[in-house]
């Protein structure tokens, strides 16, 4: 069974920095592009990172274009977001997610971790 | 900039058909995805490549592509597809989703 768990997430004063990490479990991780989504407070989803299957390619979205900084290490099947320069509007509840067809880039999202809660607050 | 908009919500009683629209100047050419939310719980999966069905996602689940819509249609609609559902889908900077749409099960 695939598994994703996310960790990390904590409250962050604005400016401050934090490191996101998910687990990964079930599937051969370095075939695989990873994603990050994220979801403020009782709003939508919005895209945030991505990853290549074998860590030459990211992309980000431009509100955090500068900011995060995304990473995997495919010996410990893990996946990173650095975050840095935090504002408020960073709150949400942060999803890895795993890219459908190995070895390249789809932006289809399948499954998705539990996600873990950056707040960003004075 | 490129936005994809679903109507905020839905209602429909138990047994009747929902659809559930999402609108974008992309959509012709490029494919949508469809996830459902249930409260406190991670997205799913439940339509890829504008129609096609995952593995272990019910058959009443299905979706259909019509110029700048696409549209989730959930057949037979039971309590437990009470949710939100985004869509998604490419645009020139990587990727979106709609805003989501609350389905209620009257």
């Known amino acids: 069974e695939v598994q994703l768990v996310e960790s990390g997430g904590v409250v962050v004063q604005p400016g401050g920095s934090l490191r996101l990490s998910c687990a990964a479990s079930?599937?051969?991780?370095?075939?695989?592009?990873m994603h990050w989504v994220r979801q403020a407070p009782g709003k939508g989803l919005e895209w945030v990172s991505l990853i290549s299957w074998d860590g030459g390619s990211t992309y980000y979205a431009d509100s955090v274009k500068g900011r995060f900084t995304i990473s995997r290490d495919n010996s410990k099947n893990s996946l990173y977001l650095q975050m840095n320069s935090l504002r408020t509007e960073d709150t949400a509840l942060y999803y890895c997610?795993?890219?459908?067809?190995?070895?390249?880039?789809?932006?289809?999202?399948?499954?998705w971790g539990q996600g873990t809660l950056v707040t960003v607050s004075s | 900039s490129y936005e994809l908009t679903q109507p905020p919500s839905v209602s429909v009683s138990p047994g009747q058909t929902a659809r559930i629209t999402c609108s974008g100047d992309?959509?012709?050419?490029?494919?949508a995805y469809w996830y459902q939310q249930k409260p406190g719980q991670a997205p799913v999966l439940v339509i890829y490549?504008?129609?096609e069905r995952p593995s272990g996602i019910p058959e009443r689940f299905s979706g259909s592509s019509s110029g700048t819509t696409v549209t989730l249609t959930i057949s037979g609609v039971q309590a437990e597809d009470e949710a939100d559902y985004y869509c998604?889908?490419?645009?020139?900077?990587?990727?979106?989703f709609g805003g989501g749409t609350k389905l209620t099960v009257l």
């Open positions: 992309a959509l012709p050419k490029q494919y």
């Open positions: 490549k504008d129609s």
């Open positions: 998604q889908s490419a645009d020139s900077s990587g990727t979106l």
């Open positions: 079930g599937f051969t991780f370095d075939d695989y592009t």
């Open positions: 997610a795993k890219d459908v067809v190995p070895a390249e880039v789809h932006y289809w999202f399948d499954p």
